[in-house]
């Protein structure tokens, strides 16, 4: 069952419907669901849809070929063009009387086994592009190719894009169409265990238990989950080892560079290459207090729920999983998942900020948000702030709480405290909780008015 990407649908729908030639260039990274958004895309459309595969020119042009034939005749011809630039000058040849889709799937993989396909592209496109009803779709997962080598200025089909879709993560509110049967509370923790990549959702089993799921995924050696990170990042860079012990370090609290360097005994030249292919691959997030610049503030932490569950949980208890003991390792991070799942509560709140925003819904029109940590000059303290968020003169102050504690008025005055750092005309103050908030809370907020609490249930609802 497809599930989701209502927008990306209507996008490449109304450039169907365009009937001239437009050509889209659709990538995101591995998993997150871009040949099921095109497979859903193209049913019942005169479609040539070819993938890419790693290994030479010749056998890519034997694929590309027989996809041609069979679309065209009906029947699998065991036959092969030339070249693939004859190749697809007979597709723009039969699509000069009608709408044809041509996908090339995994196109990294052809075009770097045949160096001319680029230039091929190039010269075919401004040839017939006034003439040709074909809409062409070149799709890839390495993200660093597709951006350096397809939508790139100096690329050769740079200008020749009529549109490009890069295909991001669902978020939380998006996952939960996975999960129907759920209670409230487990969706959370299933997002927070797997994120929004479609293909790791699919690994979650909604009529089971939050811990069954876990045992069954990121503590089952033989489980699609537990193989997961080593297999990507082989596919995606040249040294997995190094990459590995990078983002274990992350994800056991490094979240500076020296940090980082000193755990893993490289120099910090060597760790900002490597944080910087993970930042590109969607893996890890660089982030510096909002609204600062400031690069000795800097800090990394893991963007793929994911990932940062399995770099957090599994490396420091392989030997226990590795023998069969899904129950004993479960035993052992259990209590940490409350603490782990703080992190994964406020991207969640993030998320429903700017979903208000988007409904007009929000007190506070801002242009972005982020998290701010810094020195407070009076108290000489250091202060952080779960999310803030400025448009001129107003700005969003937020504090997220997933306690099985209700949220007191302490929480409010410290927030309200800690907003006193800066100078805006108008302030607004949200509380996020996962369980709800104390008398004593809801009146100093109705007093103030310009307060807004919302527990996690009402996330939902909303």
Partial sequence: MF?????????????????????????????????ALISEFTKGKDTIFFTGVETNTKQNLDNFSRCIMEYNTGIAVD???????????????????????????????VARASKSLASTLQLLIDKN???????????????????????????????????????????????????????????????????????????????????????????????????????????????????????????????????????????????????????????????????ENASRKTIYSIEDNMFRFWYRFVPANTSIISRGASDFAYKRIAPEIPSYMGGVFEEICKQYLWKLLLENKCAINFNDLGRWWGTNSKTKTQEKIDIMGTDKDSALFA????????????????????????????????LFAKTGFTKGCMDKAAEMGNVTLVSYNEMLKA
Wanted: charged share 25%.
């Fill in 3 to 35: 599930i989701g990407r209502e927008q990306e649908l209507n996008t490449l729908n109304k450039l169907y419907y365009s009937n001239k030639f437009e050509f889209t260039v659709i990538y995101g990274r591995r998993r997150v669901g871009k040949t």
């Fill in 79 to 109: 036959s092969s063009f030339a070249s693939f630039q004859s190749a697809l000058e007979y597709v723009f040849e039969l699509a000069k009387t009608k709408r044809i889709v041509l996908v090339m799937d995994e196109y990294p993989y």
């Fill in 129 to 291: 592009k006034d003439s040709s009803k074909l809409f062409l779709i070149l799709c890839g997962s390495s993200m660093s190719y597709m951006e350096d080598h397809v939508l790139a200025y100096k690329a050769p089909l740079y200008g020749r894009r009529t549109a490009q879709l890069k295909i991001p993560p669902f978020d939380f509110f998006e996952a939960c169409r996975y999960f129907t049967k759920f209670a409230d509370i487990d969706k959370a923790l299933a997002y927070g265990i797997v994120g929004g990549t479609p293909q790791y959702l699919m690994q979650i089993d909604d009529s089971l238990s939050i811990e069954e799921n876990i045992r069954n995924t990121h503590l089952n050696p033989s489980s699609f989950i537990f193989e997961e990170p080593n297999n990507l990042l082989k596919q995606e860079v040249r040294e997995p080892a190094i990459y590995n012990a990078v983002i274990t370090a992350i994800a056991t609290g490094c979240s500076k560079m020296n940090e980082i360097s000193n755990k893993i005994d490289e120099d910090t030249s060597v760790c900002a290459t490597y944080i910087k292919n993970l930042i590109t691959l969607g893996i890890v997030k660089k982030e510096s207090p909002y609204g």
């Fill in 399 to 430: 504090e997220c709480k997933w306690t099985n504690e209700k949220v007191d008025l302490g929480v409010l005055e410290t927030l309200v405290e800690r907003s006193n750092l800066f100078h805006y005309k108008q302030n607004h103050f949200y």
